[in-house]
């Protein structure tokens, strides 16, 4: 299995932090889960080598006003344990694993490669978006049904990936994970007491893990599968809680 490490600027982490947040406020459940179709409607499924781009994880702590405060400890240790989760799926599931690979951490984003990895980042942004239902667009969407297709490629590009890693296709993910502090905890159950005293329901929220995955085909440029998973449960800084989170992050993975 090869990693590819990745580091980008702060305002496009904050960027991402944000659209993923905002996403999860529009997804009605937790899990959005599209799988590409081939030219007789039946899902693709991946059948080759694959490469996990080292995912784009964070942990912070949501303070009582609630602000979050990224943790570099927490982050570090999710980003150590989520790939190795994913390597251990992946062999249940008999999944071609390739050998480590590591490109250079201070990876040019103006690069052929860097620009791969940003290209990917909006893709599946915007994928979220649209297949929530929020702008979607007409040539994104079955005719018959009106139902989202996943419809989605970062094109020929794509080659210098797989030149790089010997890969057939290319797992990206990018998560955003919260943990209420005591603060935040506290005006919570407050807030639920004054709003229950009201006759009314008031939630200001705690933690919340955030997450978007996409399997891209690095012959063709193509996406296809992707998941957009939102919930307030779930921990990256155990190795069990890891697991939990690569299970739902690759739920339905077409293997």
Do not use: C
């Not at 905002?22 to 009605?28: E, F, G, R, T």
């Not at 999710?78 to 050998?99: E, I, K, S, W």
């Amino acid at each position: 299995m090869k990693f590819i490490a990745r580091s980008f600027a702060s305002p496009a982490r904050i960027a991402l932090l944000s659209a993923l947040l905002a996403l999860a406020a529009l997804a009605p459940v937790a899990a959005q889960v599209r799988t590409a179709t081939d030219a007789g409607g039946q899902p693709i499924k991946a059948s080759g080598r694959i490469v996990i781009v080292q995912p784009d994880i964070e942990l912070s702590l949501l303070a009582a006003g609630g602000l979050s405060e990224p943790n570099k400890e927490w982050s570090d240790a999710a980003r150590r344990l989520y790939p190795q989760a994913v390597h251990d799926l992946l062999a249940a599931r008999h999944a071609q694993a390739l050998p480590d690979y590591a490109a250079p951490d201070d990876l040019d984003p103006a690069s052929h490669l860097g620009q791969i990895l940003r290209l990917n980042e909006a893709v599946a942004l915007s994928i979220a978006q649209y297949s929530q239902g929020y702008g979607a667009l007409a040539t994104k969407k079955d005719p018959a049904t009106g139902k989202p297709l996943l419809d989605w490629s970062l094109g020929p590009g794509v080659a210098v990936l797989r030149d790089a890693t010997g890969a057939d296709y290319a797992l990206f993910t990018y998560i955003r994970d919260s943990y209420a502090s005591e603060g935040r905890k506290t005006l919570r159950v407050l807030g639920l007491i004054a709003g229950a005293a009201m006759g009314g329901f008031m939630d200001i929220g705690g933690g919340r893990q955030v997450g978007v995955a996409t399997l891209v085909d690095l012959h063709t440029g193509k996406v296809v599968w992707f998941n957009l998973m939102q919930r307030q449960s779930g921990d990256l800084r155990d190795a069990d809680g890891a697991k939990a989170t690569v299970a739902q992050m690759l739920k339905e993975l077409p293997l």
